[in-house]
Each structure stands twice: as C-alpha cells, then as structure tokens.
C-alpha cells in the first residue's frame, strides 16, 4: 500500500516555443485522495499544465521555458532542471498502441514498471477490464472501452500521482458518469492525488473535491467554488481573446474574402500543386534522385571498364566501344529503370500515407458533404503531378548520372578530351537519326506506365477504409511493394517490346 502523501506545485511558470507565456509563478495543491478538476478557457494552458508535470515538455524540449517546483513526500522536483516522473498521463484521444491487443497495452506498460510494484493491488484495474477480453483488438474496442483501458495502462504503470486530459471527451452522458464514477473510486481506494483537464465539467463536478481554474488574465492558478454557476461567471470574466466579441472591420474583410462564392476550378490547380511540390519539387526530393544518378553513374562506368571483358591492352583499343554502350544502356533502360523503382517507391509510400490519413479522418466524407468532388480533385491531381514528376525527375536524373559518368570516366582517363567522351557516350543515340525520337518514345512509355500504375495502386491502397495508424503504416508498405513491382513490369514489357528484333 502506497503512503498517502500530497501533491505541491509551487511557482510554476510556462513559457511556448513561440514566447507566449501561459501561467506565471503559479501555485497549487492536490491532496491524497482528492479528485481536483483543472478547468479554463481554450488556449488558457491546461494541456502544457498536465504536460508540465508528466515530463513531456521541459527539459527534452528547449524550445519551451518550463520552472516551478514539485513536492510529493520527501521529494522535490526542479522542473527547470528535471523532468518530472511523478505523474502518469491518460493522454486526450487514450494514445493507445494500435498493433497491441487490449492485453498487450497493459503488459508493456507492466514490463516496464518500477521494480518496486511487486506488492502492486490490481483490484482497481481489474474493475475497469471487466467486460473487455484481453485479447481484443484496440480498433474493436467502444470509446468508452479504450478509455477505460488506457486508464488501466496508466495505473498499471504505477504512478503515484493519475493526470487525465479531457478523458470523458467524446463520451455519452451515461459513459462519462460512468467513467467519473470509476476515476473517483480509484482516487478514493489508492488514496492517490488525481488531477483531470476538462472542458466538459458536469458529469465530474459533483464527484471532485476541488476545482482550479486557469486565470488567463492573470496567468495564475486559482481554487474556485465548485458549482457550475460559479464556475461559469468565472469562465465569463476571463478575457478568452476574439471569441464571443464582434470581429473588427479589418479582420472581418479579411475573412469575407474566404466566405464568397468563387470558381471551383481553381481547386484543382491548388492540390496539384501541392501534390506536384511534395512528389517532385521538393529539396529532399531531388536530392535523392539526383543521389540515385550520381551513384549509378559512377557505378556504370567504374566497374564497364575495371571490369571489361577484354580489359588490358585491348581496353585501349575498345574504349570508343565501351563507352558508347554504356552510354547507350545507361541512357535509355538503366536510368529510366531506376529513377522509376526510386520515384515510384517514395511516391507510393506517399500517396497511400496521405489518402490513408485522408481517409482516417473523415477528409472524403466531410467532402462528400460538403458537395466537393474531393475523389475527383485527388485522384486527378495524383497521377498529373506524379506522372509529370516521373518524367522531369527520370531528366533530372540523366543529367546526374552522366555528370557523374563523365567524372568517373575522366578518373580512368584524364589525358582523354571532354570531346572524346561526349561524342561516344551519345554516340549510339546520335547515329539512331530520326529514330532517336522513337527510341525517346519508348522510354516515355515505360516512364508513364510506370507511374500511372504505382499511382493507381497507391490510390486504391490508400483508399480502402482504415481503422487505425497501424492500417496506414500496412497500407504504405503494400503500396511500395506493388507500386515497384508494376514499375518493374511495365520496363520489362516495354524492353522487350523495344529490343525485339
């Protein structure tokens, strides 16, 4: 049995990454086996409060200036200097782990509790799990389920001191008096501190002991009665920014430009656009292809002529040869092949992660509508940006890889002239005369195959209902799978096509 022991905060203080300040020199108390409620407007700090004393901002994060002082029993702890451990988090949302059964999210967290939990009550667990199997899966689980179970994962943890955000956001009135009834015992039974954010406060007021709120006014913690009329004059007082007052003149110009009806055409540029920057023109983008080129530049022609079947004396005599066709290869299968198994490998992983997200989270139903043809602006936007990317990256990477082939070659041979090179690298493509266009058209036809295929099955990939991140992270992986494997086909098909005699 734990001993029962308060919780102190003293002098807390909250700077953002941006340099708002939201709480300044605030203190507060939360007894053993006192249920306090955190309560203040949007935006007032209550999250960076709770994530103040679980240690997630802090000293991990210097963009944020976090100070005050812990105390619980005999130990203190300097949040400007030391992340706190003291507090167990019920994150917003339950954050649990996706891939683990119900069971499974217990077990890690019991794996990787404190040694000295062997003489730990499940009891209060135990009545949370009640009516959940051990091994259902997380997406099977009711809202209320996964919010009983990330609380059970929390005290299995072993905490002395429970933090719940928002945890009876999204729940029916009968569940969130449900969950409130349960928190309360838990407080009561282990004779712990517990400390819950909200915003939706009237099925856990009657059962809390006391109620903070968040001056933003005057950037302090505040005790307040606990009855809701009081506390909603409070809520009133604050000064909350623009909600609730009447928009200026500037600022309501600025938003009727949004509101008007305008041409729905431009939808499309816009996401093609966006597609195009992310799948194409992007730095990291262009570096890696451009890496690609330079790689199989140097490799093409260091190991042709290292490693040239004839080598020796007759290497002198056959280096026109040689270089044109690795020229030859490089130009019209190698190169086009990779850059296709490069581009098509990211861009599925890509598209499918996006449509994925997209899909999670209600994007195309809210669409829907919303009379947006979001399938149409999407898919279109898609294959124009992958498809257009394909073809200028594949260039891109030409330019590379030759780049990087002359380099290599001028290590071989440096008393050889730039003009020697040049005129045997392309030779091959020079002397194919008016069929250099359809030597160049073969290459487009694999390149657009290529992407048009990678992008359909990204698309029907990411498309596909998802019930969790873990079903993104598949779908990502099965969308670079085939998305390269019809890549390899379509280059395949269209070789022998070329080269059929």
Wanted: charged content about 15%; aromatic content about 8%.
């Amino acid at each position: 049995m734990k001993l029962a022991t308060d919780l102190t905060v003293s002098g807390l203080t909250i700077r953002t990454p941006a340099g708002v300040l939201l709480v300044e020199d605030a203190s507060f108390e939360a007894a053993h086996g006192e249920l306090v409620l955190l309560i203040g407007p949007s935006g007032s700090g209550k999250t960076s409060i709770i994530n103040a004393l679980c240690g997630l901002i802090g000293e991990r994060d210097s963009a944020w200036q976090v100070a005050g002082l812990i105390q619980f029993g005999d130990r203190q702890i300097d949040l400007a200097k030391t992340r706190s451990d003291l507090c167990g988090l019920v994150f917003q949302g339950n954050a649990l782990f996706d891939d683990l059964s119900a069971g499974e999210n217990l077990r890690i967290a019991a794996d990787h509790s404190p040694q000295s939990r062997a003489g730990y009550d499940p009891t209060p667990v135990l009545s949370l799990l009640s009516d959940i199997h051990p091994d259902k899966t997380v997406a099977a689980c009711s809202g209320g389920q996964k919010q009983r179970i990330a609380i059970a994962r929390t005290l299995v943890a072993d905490h002395p001191v429970l933090v719940l955000d928002e945890p009876n956001s999204g729940l029916d009135i009968k569940s969130s008096r449900r969950l409130a009834s349960l928190i309360k015992k838990i407080c009561t039974e282990r004779s712990m501190p517990v400390i819950i954010a909200a915003h939706h406060v009237d099925d856990l007021l009657p059962l809390a002991d006391k109620v903070l709120l968040v001056d933003s006014t005057t950037r302090s913690i505040i005790r307040v009665t606990p009855d809701m009329l009081a506390i909603e004059a409070e809520l009133m007082r604050l000064d909350v920014g623009t909600g609730g007052r009447p928009a200026t003149s500037a600022n309501a110009d600025r938003w009727r430009k949004h509101i008007r009806r305008g041409s729905s055409a431009k939808w499309f540029g816009r996401y093609f656009a966006e597609y195009f920057w992310v799948l194409c023109a992007s730095p990291y983008m262009l570096a890696y292809v451009g890496l690609g080129g330079i790689i199989l530049g140097f490799v093409s022609i260091w190991f042709g002529f290292n490693y040239h079947a004839f080598g020796g004396y007759l290497k002198s005599i056959l280096h026109d040869e040689t270089l044109a066709g690795i020229g030859f290869v490089q130009t019209t299968i190698a190169v086009p092949l990779v850059a296709s198994i490069l581009v098509v490998a990211r861009n599925s992983a890509v598209i499918s992660a996006d449509l994925g997200n997209r899909q999670l989270s209600s994007q195309f139903r809210a669409m829907g509508n919303l009379n947006i043809p979001g399938l149409g602006y999407l898919v279109a936007s898609i294959i124009a940006a992958n498809t257009l990317s394909l073809l200028l990256l594949t260039v891109a990477a030409l330019a590379t890889a030759s780049w990087s082939a002359f380099q290599t070659w001028y290590f071989f041979f440096p008393d050889q002239p730039f003009e020697f090179w040049q005129e045997n690298y392309f030779r091959r493509l020079i002397e194919s005369g008016p069929s250099l266009l359809i030597e160049i058209g073969w290459a487009a036809c694999k390149i657009v195959l290529s992407s048009i295929l990678g992008s359909a099955a990204a698309i029907i990939i990411g498309l596909r209902p998802k019930t969790s991140v873990v079903s993104i992270n598949n779908a990502i992986a099965e969308a670079i799978v085939i998305g390269v494997s019809m890549a390899l086909l379509a280059h395949a098909f269209f070789a022998i096509l070329q080269f059929w005699r």
